[in-house]
């Protein structure tokens, strides 16, 4: 199986961050991460309450 480039350490500090009120575009560009990936992998299925 391909081992991720992402820890999940990034993951939950993303989802932190946008958390705590800072915009999605900011968080990507911090990160380095496209503002497709995080809205359909990380910040979408955290409002939705996938891994919550």
């Known amino acids: 199986m391909k081992r991720s480039r992402v820890t999940e350490e990034k993951i939950i500090g993303v989802l932190a961050e946008q958390k705590a009120g800072m915009k999605t575009a900011d968080v990507c560009r911090k990160h380095g991460i496209s503002k497709a990936t995080a809205l359909t ?8 309450g996938f891994w919550l």
């Open 41 to 48: 992998l990380w910040l979408l299925p955290s409002r939705s």
